[in-house]
């Protein structure tokens, strides 16, 4: 369940990476944090096919439920480094803006730019 999560999550990224109007929101690094997670999970599936042979594809339902839960975990982690990253980053100067307020004489807000 992990290799499967990881692996929709990296082509969801992927698609929205390759039909971008511009990369901004920098989701090539998301995409290729995704790929490498699938590829982990790939070779982990092959080591436990060798070790397990034809009791690998009889799961039991409780090992698939902590399998889907690291799935969701190992996704969740990665949009949160994405988002610290982009939030680091500051593509747009959003968090620039919001730093660099300031009030004048009347009380008024105005930005430093």
């Not at 999970?41 to 070790?51: K, N, P, Q, S, T």
């Not at 839960?69 to 919001?98: C, E, M, N, T, Y």
């Given at each position: 369940m992990t290799l499967l999560i990881t692996v929709f999550a990296a082509?969801?990224?992927?698609v929205k990476w390759y039909n971008r109007k511009n990369d901004d929101m920098r989701l090539g690094s998301l995409a290729l944090m995704y790929w490498g997670a699938s590829l982990?999970?790939?070779?982990?599936?092959?080591v436990e096919y060798i070790?397990?042979?034809?009791?690998?594809?009889?799961?039991?339902?409780?090992?698939?439920?902590n399998d889907s839960f690291l799935g969701l975990s190992v996704v969740a982690l990665g949009l949160v480094i994405w988002v610290v990253r982009l939030l680091i980053a500051d593509p747009k100067g959003v968090i620039k803006k919001a730093f660099t307020r300031k009030t004048d004489a009347t009380g008024t807000e105005t930005m430093e730019l």
């Amino acid at each position: 369940m992990t290799l499967l999560i990881t692996v929709f999550a990296a082509v969801a990224v992927t698609v929205k990476w390759y039909n971008r109007k511009n990369d901004d929101m920098r989701l090539g690094s998301l995409a290729l944090m995704y790929w490498g997670a699938s590829l982990m999970w790939f070779v982990d599936a092959i080591v436990e096919y060798i070790e397990l042979e034809a009791e690998f594809f009889n799961p039991e339902a409780a090992d698939m439920l902590n399998d889907s839960f690291l799935g969701l975990s190992v996704v969740a982690l990665g949009l949160v480094i994405w988002v610290v990253r982009l939030l680091i980053a500051d593509p747009k100067g959003v968090i620039k803006k919001a730093f660099t307020r300031k009030t004048d004489a009347t009380g008024t807000e105005t930005m430093e730019l």
